[in-house]
């Protein structure tokens, strides 16, 4: 069973850019979670979708979107980049069924740095 | 406000013996514990999980421990391995909010030979 797969790996975008990162969840998987990695703030929580609908969402700015397809591929974009967005971007998966106790898996992750 | 707190930043033992790993929380809405090991540039890889409703949970050398008294978790490994080697997340999730895992800032692990 394939895991979670995010594209690109890496990637260096301007200051002003916006940036789009992909999600394939695992097979059966209808939740799609987004963290952010920093060293300073470590991982925090961005959005989770689930069957196409934004169910939670973290304490970030508008900058940073998100969508979720009937596939349950999933898509995040951070417009107008700053130097701070750059870090790691988690992508995860899961059922997204009951209220609580399902296990997250996490993707690879897509390394954004700013210039 | 650290929800999730992993006070020890590192910890190294020796190969054979004990890890435990700590981990605290605050907010008692919290009903699903994770814990997950990290490799630099790499995305964290599911170890083990408690429910609420359990103090302990096994799985081959990973062993989670629940105090919801003290809102305490611990992780043991025995017998530690170099492979081992590497930074461990405590997570954790509320009711209705699953999706949205609050991580401690990590513990860096060094088993040594």
């Known amino acids: 069973k394939a895991g979670v797969t995010q594209t690109p790996r890496y990637l260096i975008k301007t200051r002003g850019q916006q940036v789009t990162l992909s999600c394939s969840p695992i097979?059966?998987?209808?939740?799609v979670s987004w963290y952010q990695q920093t060293p300073g703030q470590g991982l925090q929580f961005l959005f989770e979708?689930?069957?196409?609908?934004?169910?939670n969402k973290g304490n970030f700015p508008g900058r940073f979107s998100g969508r979720q397809f009937s596939n349950s591929r999933s898509e995040m974009n951070v417009s107008t980049l700053e130097l701070g967005d750059s870090a790691l971007y988690l992508c995860?998966?899961?059922?997204?069924?009951?209220?609580?106790?399902?296990?997250?898996?996490f993707g690879e992750g897509s390394w954004l740095t700013v210039v | 406000d650290q929800q999730v707190k992993q006070n020890s930043p590192s910890l190294s033992v020796q190969e054979g013996r004990i890890s435990i790993l700590n981990c605290d929380y605050t907010?008692?809405?919290?009903?699903?514990f994770l814990w997950y090991k990290k490799y630099p540039a790499e995305g964290p890889t599911f170890l083990i999980s408690?429910?609420?409703?359990?103090d302990k949970n096994e799985d081959g050398r990973f062993t989670v421990f629940l105090n919801k008294s003290a809102k305490h978790l611990s992780l043991h490994i025995v017998p530690s391995q170099p492979g081992d080697s590497a930074v461990y997340f405590c997570?954790?999730?509320?009711?209705?909010?699953?999706?949205?895992?609050?991580f401690g800032k990590g513990t860096k692990l060094s088993v040594k030979p």
């Open positions: 995860a998966s899961s059922s997204g069924t009951g209220n609580s106790g399902n296990t997250i898996y």
């Open positions: 097979s059966g998987h209808r939740s």
């Open positions: 979708y689930f069957s196409e609908t934004q169910r």
């Open positions: 907010n008692s809405m919290f009903d699903y």
């Open positions: 408690i429910s609420s409703i359990k």
């Open positions: 997570a954790a999730s509320g009711m209705g909010s699953q999706g949205n895992l609050i």
